[in-house]
């Protein structure tokens, strides 16, 4: 039922650089496009969220950019911190429940 | 403590044994969902609630799983002859119909030997 496609699995990052992770979506009938961060030992919490009516959404130093042509969306972190590390998930629904992508174990060096 | 509530935290069972997770939602939120994470894994759908009617389930969710959520309140997940593929942290998360967000508890994490 995988129908977002999430890269790369882990990312390494040093303090103060920009984390990008990417998604891929498949059904063009998706309109909500949210990323989760999830914590060890922790249930996954909601990030930052898109609709696909605006290109880009920006929330203190995270930022979705979507991109409808080639039907993916992104999430950057600027100004990385070591409080970053985490697990991050983006997802779409389908029928009233999300699909998540296989999540991404970000790690910022300090 | 008003978030997304789950019991036990951890289960250790054999092989065979049945099992019940318990969940506690947001008291407002009229959607329940269950997912399953493994290691290095994205949450799976298992299935999901609008009060208390299952609106659906995963066609990966064998016979041996059944969940209910009586009253549209709490809900519960049985899992019936353990395996040991059964292992993994089982999620709950909660939302409002009309906004998409779900908020999810710290889990269940299920080991069976």
């Known amino acids: 039922q995988q129908q977002v496609k999430q890269s790369p699995q882990s990312l390494i990052v040093q303090k103060g650089g920009i984390s990008i992770i990417n998604c891929a979506y498949e059904?063009?009938?998706?309109?909500?496009f949210p990323w989760y961060q999830q914590f060890p030992g922790k249930g996954p919490a909601l990030l930052i969220a898109?609709?696909?009516?605006?290109s880009e959404k920006k929330e203190g130093r995270f930022t979705i950019s979507f991109n409808k042509s080639a039907k993916q969306f992104s999430l950057h972190i600027m100004d990385s911190q070591p409080g970053d590390s985490a697990t991050y998930f983006c997802?779409?629904?389908?029928?009233?429940?999300?699909?998540f992508g296989q999540g991404t174990e970000l790690s910022v060096k300090p | 403590d008003t978030g997304v509530s789950q019991d036990p935290r951890h289960k250790i069972t054999k092989r065979g044994q049945n099992v019940t997770f318990r969940c506690d939602p947001i008291?407002?939120?009229?959607?329940l969902y269950w997912y399953r994470q493994t290691l290095g894994q994205g949450p799976e759908f298992l299935t999901y609630?609008?009060?208390?009617?299952?609106?659906?389930k995963s066609r990966l969710l064998s016979d041996r799983f059944s969940a209910e959520r009586p009253k549209g309140s709490f809900s519960t997940l049985e899992i019936q002859r353990t395996e040991q593929g059964d292992s993994a942290m089982y999620l709950c998360?909660?939302?409002?119909?009309?906004?998409?967000?779900?908020?999810f508890g710290e889990g269940s994490r299920l080991t069976v030997l």
């Open positions: 998360a909660s939302s409002l119909e009309r906004t998409g967000e779900l908020f």
């Open positions: 898109i609709r696909p009516d605006v």
């Open positions: 609630f609008q009060n208390e009617a299952q609106l659906e």
């Open positions: 008291s407002e939120h009229n959607r």
């Open positions: 059904n063009t009938a998706f309109d909500y």
């Open positions: 997802a779409a629904p389908r029928r009233g429940k999300l699909i």
